[in-house]
């Protein structure tokens, strides 16, 4: 008996050990390929600075590449998913291509966040995210996704309120609230207004990191001073 006990624990330690070597490999996390940083750098900024849809489809698919070969680090899908929503309201292809180009979003979001990147920035995308869903079919899409865009917004807001990105959001989604139900670019004003404040004390959290935003609350209030018939700033 105390043989065959002997045996037991000798061949459980064995698994043990055998199971431990097998695993330790899963562990090692993949080192992203030398010039990794500025070659994602470079391509982010191609995606800030275009407007143009098909571009913009081209950079994504650009960036899911970069994300296979760094399969740890969430910005690639991030900026993938940047770069398809922008395309979705540049755009000039119907709302079946539209959608199509955000289900792929969603999906890069999706996988963003299981990378454990920052919960704010990644909720307020998926905000807008929302906004250009409710632009491929306003009329039907309003009541839903308006709804679902400032949920979104609130919740990256409460996280960190100094993202100035979900003030983007929210007054986006004010501004284009019908006046009868509360919104309207009156009632809309204060949020971009606090949301420039919010840009203004901004810092990113590394060279890299979601900056974007600014120049539409710049558009948008020099388009109210100008209305006013007041000096921009």
Do not use: C
């Not at 030398?34 to 950079?59: F, H, K, N, S």
């Not at 709302?95 to 454990?116: C, M, S, T, V």
């Not at 919740?155 to 986006?172: K, S």
């Amino acid at each position: 008996m105390k043989k065959l006990l002997l045996t037991l624990v000798l061949a459980a330690a064995s698994l043990g050990a055998t199971a431990q070597t097998t695993a330790a490999p899963a562990a090692k996390a993949t080192a992203a390929p030398a010039g990794y940083t500025e070659q994602l750098g470079a391509t982010i900024a191609q995606v800030m600075t275009t407007g143009d849809a098909a571009e913009l489809q081209a950079l994504a698919a650009k960036l899911e590449r970069a994300a296979a070969v760094a399969p740890a680090d969430w910005l690639p899908r991030y900026y993938q998913a940047y770069a398809l929503v922008v395309s979705a309201f540049t755009g000039k292809e119907g709302g079946a291509a539209k959608d199509n180009a955000l289900d792929q979003a969603e999906a890069a979001l999706a996988q963003a966040q299981r990378l454990h990147g920052d919960e704010s920035e990644l909720l307020a995308l998926h905000a807008y995210l929302y906004q250009a869903r409710l632009s491929v079919e306003p009329g039907v899409r309003a009541q839903e996704y308006s709804a679902k865009a400032q949920e979104a917004a609130d919740q990256a807001q409460a996280i960190n309120p100094a993202n100035p990105r979900p003030y983007l959001i929210g007054a986006n989604n004010l501004y284009y609230t019908p006046v009868n139900f509360g919104g309207g670019p009156a009632a809309a004003q204060p949020l971009y207004e606090a949301a420039r404040a919010r840009f203004a004390a901004f810092r990113p959290a590394g060279p890299l990191a979601p900056s974007w935003g600014q120049s539409q609350v710049q558009a948008r209030l020099k388009a109210y001073a100008a209305a006013a018939g007041q000096p921009t700033r």
